[in-house]
């Protein structure tokens, strides 16, 4: 089994910035991509950015130029710095990474179990 444990996550004001951390942890062989997603109220979870483990970073358009996905691999642990925040930021973000725990092994999912981000206009 594999734990993701966030941290970070707060109240901001609009303009103002956040980090969030997140550290997987368990039986881990490799990750594959890490990455983090948000879910604001009444909507559906969508990806704010994520890193492969060669190093190729998506942005959602939302969020590009404001915020910074980072990831150390020895460490297992994917970073957002999150600048010039909104209010439309508002929501829930989840870690996300795609985990193979042997070396026959397929990769799979896991979520983190959220961190609350709230931006006050």
């Known amino acids: 089994q594999v734990q993701l444990e966030e941290s970070g996550g707060g109240l901001v004001q609009a303009g103002g910035s956040l980090r969030l951390s997140c550290a997987a942890s368990?039986?881990?062989?490799?990750?594959?991509?890490m990455g983090w997603h948000r879910q604001a109220p009444g909507k559906q979870r969508e990806l704010v950015a994520r890193?492969?483990?060669?190093?190729?970073?998506k942005y959602a358009d939302s969020v590009k130029g404001r915020f910074t996905i980072s990831r150390h691999n020895a460490e297992n642990t994917v970073s957002l710095e999150m600048n010039s925040l909104k209010s439309e930021d508002t929501g829930v973000y989840y870690c996300n990474a795609q985990v193979v725990e042997g070396f026959w092994s397929p990769a799979k999912n896991y979520w983190g179990q959220g961190t609350q981000v709230t931006v006050s206009s």
């Open positions: 890193v492969t483990a060669g190093g190729d970073i």
């Open positions: 368990g039986s881990i062989f490799n990750i594959r991509d």
